[in-house]
């Protein structure tokens, strides 16, 4: 297969996966302003600095509430992650490879661009925002359908798998860490009936709840992360992605398990060998939030190592960028 090839299909899947993470981000948020008023910057500053933008969000002299918000995460073409900018990236990379995807995904992801850029999309997103968001999960969730019941499970679905399941471990911890941004001004409130609402909205915001309650009877912060962070079997958790993404790098490879033949295999295989020897109680004595900012850390340099060993690019040229 061709790196350009491959690169177009890695990022047309990783933007996808970042356009409904940020919606997520967004939902934490709507679901905690159903049950904790609180001004406006308190609210909604979080979601700004989990993404490491911040300056750029303030460089623009946007104050913190609801709409500005909304608006610079999901429909500001200027800022190159926000939900338009990532579906737009990501139907030019489908352009690019469209003898490559099945109709059926080219049909569904342009449409799916064409739907964002319409004034009725912008009035629901304000004035509907639980139906807008919603509707965009479920999107990316039937774009994701379509890459495994109509493309061929070979190569190119491979690196798609990788880009999908790397952008959504990285997007997993930053969920977390808002959690964390939260409770930043009021650390009082730790253990408290309002910790135990926002812990919920974490759950739900990343479609863990359900599953979750059947493996934990109470929802305690070290239970939850335990989940989103070590469970084998939830699809959204961090251990879970890490592992079903070095699967479709030996797929591509060829090598065996346990067999690093290149600098991605290997940091890759270090990543999960370290998840798989680590359990909550180091993590909570670390640090929450700093075991996580080392982890996206981590998920920024696997990123570029694949773009340097598969498709020809200088090492963190893309990691952060739209321009596909």
């Given at each position: 297969?061709?790196?350009?090839?491959a690169?177009?299909?890695?990022?047309?899947?990783?933007?996808?996966?970042?356009?409904?993470?940020?919606?997520?981000?967004?939902?934490?948020n709507?679901?905690?302003?159903?049950?904790?008023?609180?001004?406006?910057?308190?609210?909604?500053?979080?979601?700004?600095?989990?993404?490491?933008?911040?300056?750029?969000y303030?460089?623009?002299?946007?104050?913190?509430?609801?709409?500005?918000?909304?608006w610079?995460?999901?429909?500001?073409?200027?800022y190159?992650?926000?939900?338009?900018?990532?579906?737009?990236?990501?139907?030019?990379?489908?352009?690019?490879?469209?003898?490559?995807?099945?109709?059926?995904?080219?049909?569904?992801?342009?449409?799916?661009?064409?739907?964002?850029?319409?004034?009725?999309?912008?009035?629901?997103?304000?004035?509907?925002?639980?139906?807008f968001f919603?509707?965009?999960?479920?999107?990316?969730?039937l774009?994701?359908?379509?890459?495994?019941?109509t493309?061929?499970?070979?190569?190119?679905?491979?690196f798609?798998?990788?880009?999908?399941?790397?952008e959504?471990a990285?997007?997993?911890?930053?969920?977390?860490?808002?959690k964390?941004?939260?409770?930043?001004?009021?650390?009082?409130?730790?253990?408290?009936?309002?910790?135990?609402?926002?812990?919920?909205?974490v759950?739900?915001?990343?479609?863990?709840?359900?599953?979750?309650?059947?493996?934990?009877?109470?929802v305690?912060?070290?239970?939850?992360?335990?989940?989103?962070?070590?469970?084998?079997?939830?699809?959204?958790?961090?251990?879970?992605?890490?592992?079903?993404?070095q699967?479709?790098?030996?797929?591509?490879?060829?090598?065996?398990?346990?067999?690093?033949?290149?600098?991605?295999?290997?940091?890759?295989?270090?990543?999960?060998?370290?998840?798989?020897?680590?359990?909550?109680?180091?993590?909570?004595?670390e640090?929450?939030?700093?075991?996580?900012?080392?982890?996206?850390?981590?998920?920024?340099?696997?990123?570029?190592?694949?773009?340097?060993?598969?498709?020809?690019i200088?090492?963190?040229?893309?990691?952060?960028?739209?321009?596909?």
């Amino acid at each position: 297969m061709l790196s350009r090839v491959a690169n177009s299909i890695y990022w047309m899947c990783r933007y996808i996966e970042r356009a409904e993470n940020v919606a997520r981000f967004i939902d934490v948020n709507l679901n905690l302003l159903l049950d904790l008023p609180a001004d406006d910057k308190e609210q909604w500053s979080p979601l700004i600095m989990t993404t490491g933008d911040q300056a750029l969000y303030e460089k623009s002299e946007k104050i913190y509430n609801q709409e500005e918000v909304i608006w610079f995460l999901t429909f500001d073409r200027s800022y190159p992650n926000s939900i338009l900018s990532c579906v737009s990236a990501a139907r030019e990379n489908a352009k690019s490879i469209r003898e490559i995807i099945s109709s059926e995904m080219w049909e569904h992801l342009n449409n799916f661009y064409l739907e964002l850029m319409k004034e009725e999309s912008i009035k629901m997103a304000i004035q509907d925002p639980n139906r807008f968001f919603n509707i965009i999960k479920m999107r990316s969730h039937l774009f994701t359908g379509l890459l495994d019941s109509t493309m061929s499970h070979g190569e190119a679905w491979n690196f798609a798998r990788i880009g999908m399941m790397l952008e959504r471990a990285d997007k997993t911890s930053r969920i977390l860490d808002v959690k964390y941004f939260m409770l930043l001004p009021q650390v009082g409130l730790v253990n408290t009936p309002i910790d135990n609402i926002q812990w919920i909205s974490v759950l739900r915001s990343t479609s863990a709840f359900e599953m979750f309650r059947k493996e934990f009877h109470q929802v305690r912060p070290e239970n939850v992360a335990n989940f989103l962070i070590f469970n084998r079997l939830f699809p959204r958790s961090i251990y879970h992605c890490i592992e079903k993404a070095q699967i479709c790098l030996h797929r591509i490879t060829g090598s065996p398990t346990g067999v690093a033949t290149n600098a991605a295999e290997k940091r890759l295989g270090r990543l999960k060998a370290d998840l798989e020897y680590t359990d909550i109680e180091e993590v909570i004595e670390e640090g929450l939030h700093e075991f996580l900012d080392d982890l996206q850390t981590e998920f920024n340099q696997i990123g570029g190592i694949i773009g340097t060993t598969f498709f020809n690019i200088k090492l963190q040229s893309q990691t952060n960028s739209s321009e596909q």
